[in-house]
């Protein structure tokens, strides 16, 4: 018996030996593979790790954004190798820096010269040539000079007050393009692989659907503004058709799609998330409910005397309401990074960012840091009173030259959906304190299944 024992007991030395060695073998390959070869300047690089091959830390960080705390693998970093602000990493198929306090993300975000756009195969697939994830810097400053009036001149605001910027024929069709639109987002960072079952190979299926219903719509569009027809409403879609570049030249309908298709899923589907996670912030928290329907019943008030409808002018009164959403923004975190890639190699705080390597702004983190925003898990209007934050540390829509191009555009639409839901409906949701899930986008697993009740 006592042999017996002996000889199991240095079987299973020999096999937890066996895996011990190959665990850290098999950990140190992509390490050797990406930090090795740097020789003395790997000693420069941040602290962090590359994780496991090929895969490298996304199971860590799925293992985060899958539970009811995505902000753990943020905290697991710092709490690893300290508040540096920069990690290095591998994720999304690429060796990465993660950079997460205000100061590096400023200077990221501010630094044309060293750093592109470095958003994964996937995104720059699914949203184009002409997307703004993709092209270079000097095509994107001609783009968004073209594109400013139509997504936040003053016609485009102002239209979006009495009917959606999409104009009329994309708004009937908004329910058809939604769910396209959901196939598309779920494949924005996924793996690349268009294989049936792969959430890529569906996005891809979305894209060609939704090309080919927006073209649909641009050749209409195109036939009815040969008939002069003052009764037809103007949207966003009309002004992208009549920009004209220096040249007199107008933007092809593969650019008008590609930049449809962006602004449809930024400024509506993650406008639409905002504006629900506004809605359950502000009836989660009774007194800051009162307060901002206050407002707006002061609002309607005035706009009442005077006989006139929603304007600009009352928008830019919603003081309190701004606070709401500027915390929502915040605290919801809708975009958690945003992507860039290092072109030289780089020094920022001392530490070496590689040629090539992709670079994480880690928005979330940012948001969600304690020395930032004290008691960050909290939300708290009030923390914007009086309060301009510092560069990099507010960063819902980016920043920089690359700062989202319709950002006035989805908060003016988010203000005039909570303005007339405050004054006209309540919420009662059907599942309260319910988990969340955090990819593609932060939401509640049933969609915030609610009952709305209009107020008499």
């Known amino acids: 018996?006592?042999?017996?024992?002996?000889?199991?007991?240095?079987?299973?030395?020999?096999?937890?030996?066996?895996?011990?060695?190959?665990?850290?073998?098999?950990?140190?390959?992509?390490?050797?593979?990406?930090?090795?070869?740097?020789?003395?300047?790997?000693?420069?690089?941040?602290?962090?790790?590359?994780?496991?091959?090929?895969?490298?830390?996304?199971?860590?960080?799925?293992?985060?954004?899958?539970?009811?705390?995505?902000?753990?693998?943020?905290?697991?970093?710092v709490q690893?190798?300290?508040?540096?602000?920069?990690?290095?990493?591998?994720?999304?198929?690429?060796?990465s820096i993660i950079v997460s306090i205000p100061e590096t993300c400023r200077k990221v975000f501010a630094d044309d010269e060293q750093f592109r756009l470095g958003y994964p195969i996937s995104t720059k697939q699914l949203t184009g040539k002409k997307s703004f994830h993709s092209i270079p810097n000097s095509e994107?400053?001609?783009?968004?000079?073209?594109?400013?009036?139509?997504?936040?001149?003053?016609?485009?605001?102002?239209?979006?007050?009495?009917?959606?910027?999409?104009?009329?024929?994309?708004?009937?069709?908004?329910?058809?393009?939604?769910?396209?639109?959901?196939?598309?987002?779920?494949?924005?960072?996924?793996?690349?692989?268009?294989?049936?079952?792969?959430?890529?190979?569906?996005?891809?299926?979305?894209?060609?659907?939704?090309?080919?219903?927006?073209?649909?719509?641009?050749?209409?569009?195109?036939?009815?503004?040969?008939?002069?027809?003052p009764n037809v409403k103007r949207g966003m879609i009309d002004l992208l058709m009549e920009i004209e570049d220096e040249k007199g030249h107008k933007l092809p309908d593969e650019d008008i799609i590609d930049l449809l298709l962006m602004f449809l899923l930024a400024g509506h589907e993650s406008s639409a998330h905002v504006a629900m996670?506004?809605?359950?912030?502000?009836?989660?928290?009774?007194?800051?409910?009162?307060?901002?329907?206050?407002?707006?019943?002061?609002?309607?008030?005035?706009?009442?005397?005077?006989?006139?409808?929603?304007?600009?002018?009352?928008?830019?009164?919603?003081n309190y309401l701004q606070k709401v959403i500027d915390e929502t923004l915040r605290r919801a975190s809708v975009s958690f990074c945003n992507f860039r890639e290092a072109k030289v190699d780089v020094n920022i705080n001392g530490y070496l960012i590689p040629k090539g390597w992709k670079v994480l702004l880690w928005n979330r983190g940012v948001h969600m840091d304690p020395e930032v925003y004290s008691n960050p898990k909290e939300f708290l209007p009030e923390r914007w009173e009086n309060h301009k934050p510092k560069p990099g540390s507010f960063l819902p829509f980016g920043a920089g030259s690359r700062i989202c191009p319709g950002a006035d555009l989805a908060k003016l639409e988010i203000s005039i959906f909570l303005h007339y839901f405050l004054l006209n409906f309540t919420l009662e949701q059907l599942n309260p304190g319910g988990k969340n899930v955090y990819l593609p986008i932060p939401r509640p697993v049933d969609n915030c299944l609610a009952k709305i009740v209009k107020i008499e």
């Open 1 to 77: 018996m006592k042999l017996y024992l002996d000889l199991l007991g240095l079987i299973l030395a020999v096999v937890l030996g066996i895996y011990v060695f190959l665990f850290g073998f098999v950990k140190k390959i992509n390490e050797w593979r990406y930090v090795s070869s740097f020789g003395e300047k790997k000693h420069s690089l941040p602290p962090g790790d590359m994780g496991w091959p090929i895969i490298g830390n996304m199971w860590s960080f799925l293992k985060a954004f899958r539970s009811n705390d995505p902000d753990t693998f943020i905290y697991n970093l």
């Open 80 to 95: 690893r190798h300290g508040r540096t602000g920069i990690y290095k990493t591998y994720l999304f198929g690429s060796p």
């Open 140 to 229: 994107h400053k001609r783009l968004r000079r073209l594109t400013t009036a139509p997504i936040n001149g003053h016609e485009a605001l102002s239209m979006s007050l009495h009917t959606s910027s999409l104009g009329p024929v994309l708004n009937q069709l908004w329910g058809q393009l939604r769910s396209f639109y959901t196939d598309l987002n779920y494949g924005m960072k996924s793996a690349a692989i268009n294989l049936p079952g792969f959430a890529f190979h569906k996005a891809l299926k979305a894209r060609k659907m939704l090309i080919k219903i927006l073209q649909e719509v641009l050749d209409e569009r195109r036939m009815k503004s040969e008939v002069i027809d």
């Open 277 to 318: 996670w506004a809605i359950l912030y502000l009836h989660n928290h009774p007194q800051v409910l009162k307060k901002a329907k206050e407002e707006q019943e002061e609002i309607l008030k005035k706009r009442q005397s005077v006989g006139k409808g929603l304007s600009l002018k009352d928008v830019r009164q919603m």
